[in-house]
């Protein structure tokens, strides 16, 4: 990796990449593209920022050409919610973005990232320590793309020899940028609601379980895949990763430890709660641990006391 894309920039996981692979590898060396106009100026003041719609296939050709890039971690996604309310918009975004994304990575020999997710299993996957390979039957139009995304990252490295790498990320909390349109979303707006308010409302039952992860190990785990030995990699996509797994009952009760005043309420929302109830509670993550030394640094204690003590900053 010298000269590396980030599309997605601007989102949830962008926004902390971006500036750490900015860290490790020189500003100039990392361009940030994103949908949005007027990004933040931390963004654009640290080093190249692109305007880029990634259904727009040309553009991102340009863009792969002039900065001579060799590696594209491909962010730019529409979440599991928001993807549900304009399916047509998620295919384009998520699935053709995708494959624009390849076919770009294909003609100028680029390495890839594609970060799948918990939300590419389904009712029909075992629930708890769900198996690196295992039945993938999802029944929302986002699982429908991280599936169809695994599968071609597959076929992409087994038909041109590309180097496609990728993680199955379990729900991501992090305090810099919101996620917006997710299905564990509730994870992170509770942190702000009980700062300001000591109070939330929470969209999914109190014992819905699923696995999350704290950004800073999301960060270090694309980064870890991306530089692993590409010998050790058997599955190489769609790796299982996770941290922790908890339900809002058990993240609230950790929260209160430190805001011992917080309260929780619940007002179900059908939707977000009939896909959180399709995907699995725990992941089994032991083939990213034997074969690239996944750990995470964080659990469920450490994270909230880390998350309470920068919100409150
Ligand atoms: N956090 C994502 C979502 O809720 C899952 O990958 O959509």
């Not at 609601?193 to 704290?214: E, N, S």
Request: charged share 20%; glycine share 6%.
């Amino acid at each position: 990796m010298k000269t590396i894309l980030v599309t997605g920039a601007t989102g949830q996981i962008g926004s902390e990449l971006t500036p750490a692979l900015r860290q490790r590898y020189g500003n100039d060396s990392i361009i940030a593209a994103g949908h949005r106009k007027q990004p933040d100026a931390d963004l654009t003041n640290a080093g190249p920022y692109c305007r880029l719609n990634i259904e727009d296939i040309a553009a991102l050709a340009r863009i792969v050409e002039n900065y001579r890039i060799d590696t594209i971690i491909h962010l730019a996604s529409l979440l599991s919610a928001v993807a549900e309310t304009d399916p047509q918009r998620a295919w384009s975004v998520n699935i053709d973005g995708l494959f624009n994304v390849l076919e770009i990575a294909r003609q100028n020999a680029c390495s890839v990232f594609f970060p799948s997710s918990i939300g590419a299993f389904g009712p029909n996957t075992p629930t708890f320590d769900t198996p690196q390979d295992t039945i993938q039957r999802p029944n929302t139009l986002y699982g429908i793309g991280k599936v169809t995304g695994e599968l071609l990252c597959d076929y992409y490295h087994k038909r041109y020899n590309l180097d496609t790498r990728g993680l199955r990320f379990p729900g991501l909390i992090s305090y810099k940028t919101p996620p917006g349109g997710g299905t564990t979303d509730y994870a992170v707006e509770i942190f702000n609601a009980a700062v300001r308010w000591q109070h939330y409302t929470c969209y999914l039952k109190p014992d819905t379980q699923l696995d999350m992860m704290y950004m800073p190990d999301a960060i270090d785990a694309i980064w870890q895949l991306m530089t692993a030995d590409p010998k050790r990699l058997i599955h190489r996509n769609a790796y299982n990763v996770t941290a922790m797994s908890f339900t809002p009952e058990q993240l609230a009760a950790e929260i209160r430890r430190h805001i011992p005043d917080f309260k929780m309420s619940y007002k179900i929302d059908p939707l977000r709660q009939v896909i959180a109830d399709s995907w699995p509670r725990h992941m089994d993550d032991s083939a990213a641990r034997q074969e690239w030394g996944w750990q995470a640094r964080y659990d469920l204690a450490t994270m909230v006391k880390d998350m309470l003590e920068h919100i409150t900053e």
